[in-house]
């Protein structure tokens, strides 16, 4: 599976929108892009995921770019509830049962 | 929705203990896993099962076994247990998927200290 980059900590005021960069430039066309939450000490929480296009969720919308080398979270309206660390996780497109591997994700700190 | 158990939620056991640790899948998912979690860690993952049948191994120590039973749900038993075995461990269900994307579900994790 691709490996993913993402920033290490992000600050967002409450009520706005949280954007979380991931950058995936070695993506492969039939791998996709997850995002998983963990908020402290409970179990990762899945949010979305997609393939190329756009996608939305009543929890959050991914923009992944035209070359899928890279895609971005957005929550639109952080909640302190959203502070949390945030996955980005390319997995591929195949037949089974997947492991999630997780990498180092951005720790986002919504303030009031 | 129904959602991941696990049980217990908190365990202590002293060094050169076993431990067993149990997860009941959401119903219909037919796929379990499971992650190690380390304190100021990422989550790891162990094992996974589908059908009774062991479907992928990542970075699990020979001390530690696993199944999944008829009723789908597993186990992960842990013996002569170490001090860095102190760690949240996760399950987390799914089905095992048909080409498409798969979704996996984490139950709220057991929380295994030992001293």
């Known amino acids: 599976d691709a490996k993913t980059t993402q920033p290490t900590s992000m600050d967002c005021a409450e009520g706005r929108a949280a954007n979380l960069p991931c950058n995936h430039s070695t993506i492969s066309g039939n791998e996709y892009v997850y995002w998983y939450r963990q908020i402290h000490s409970q179990g990762p929480q899945y949010i979305i995921h997609g393939l190329k296009n756009n996608e939305t969720n009543e929890m959050a919308s991914l923009i992944i770019t035209e070359d899928r080398k890279s895609s971005t979270l957005i929550l639109p309206h952080a909640t302190l509830r959203d502070t949390a660390v945030y996955y980005c996780i390319v997995r591929s497109r195949n037949t089974g049962g997947f492991k999630t591997i997780f990498g180092a994700g951005t720790r986002l700190f919504v303030k009031a | 929705a129904a959602g991941v158990i696990q049980s217990p939620r908190h365990l202590i056991k002293e060094k050169r203990e076993t431990a067993t640790l149990k997860c009941y899948p959401i119903?219909?998912?037919?796929?379990v896993y499971w992650y190690q979690q380390g304190p100021g860690q990422d989550p790891q993952f162990l094992i996974s099962f589908y059908e009774k049948m062991q479907s992928d191994k990542g970075s699990i120590p020979d001390r530690f076994s696993a199944q999944q039973f008829s009723d789908y749900h597993s186990e992960l038993n842990m013996s002569s247990l170490e001090l860095g075995d102190s760690a949240l461990y996760f399950c987390?269900?799914?089905?095992w998927g048909t080409g498409d994307s798969v979704e996996q579900y984490f139950g709220p994790g057991t929380r295994l200290t030992v001293t």
């Open positions: 119903p219909r998912h037919d796929t």
């Open positions: 987390a269900s799914s089905l």
